[in-house]
């Protein structure tokens, strides 16, 4: 098996194709991986350090790709890349074994410095309280996990329709 730095995972190829050339740049040994499948063979042949792992595939979710990755390759420390953030999917993030957890856009840097951030000893809250655009975004996330991504069940169990959940879903979330 073939020691490498960096497994990159994301169905976004111009966004592979970046972050790849950029850490390549710096000396590092990357491969990429745009599904689960192809992830999960590419870690059977190669050993690796580190791994950036989007949370959104285009069929698969991130979540489970940390899961089944650590499975080959315990020691891999991982970070999870997301556009659409929230505290649930970050804390099952953590619990699956991501290091950290960062929003996009994230810059090779920001990804970098994340590998080596240590977690703060006492979070602090927010100057500002959460939007209340930012805690329905955060519940409906958890309540999407809880039943496992599953958009009809969840709708039913937030008590709306499919389609209102799912237009909640297509939209970014308040940063606040």
């Known amino acids: 098996m073939s020691e490498c730095d960096f497994l990159i995972v994301d169905d976004d190829a111009s966004f592979c194709s970046v972050l790849t ?7 590092f040994n990357v491969h990429s991986a745009q599904t689960m499948p192809t992830a999960l063979a590419i870690a059977q042949t190669h050993s690796f350090k580190r791994a950036v792992i989007d949370l959104k595939l285009a069929d698969e979710s991130g979540l489970d790709v940390i899961s ?3 499975q080959l390759q315990p020691t891999l420390e991982i970070i999870m890349l997301t556009g659409y953030s929230s505290i649930a999917t970050a804390v099952e993030a953590v619990k699956r074994g991501a290091l950290n957890y960062l929003c996009k856009p994230a810059s090779v840097d920001e990804i970098l410095a994340a590998f080596t951030a240590l977690p703060a000893a006492t979070p602090q809250p927010s100057a500002q309280p959460p939007s209340v655009d930012r805690l ?3 519940h409906i996330q958890k309540v999407l996990l809880d039943f496992d991504g599953n958009v009809s069940a969840t709708a039913r169990a937030l008590g709306m329709h499919r ?4 237009r909640k879903l297509q939209k970014r979330p308040v940063r606040q």
């Open 68 to 70: 089944a990755i650590k």
């Open 163 to 166: 389609r209102t959940l799912q």
């Open 136 to 138: 329905e975004w955060e």
């Open 21 to 27: 050339r950029a850490l390549t740049r710096r000396g």
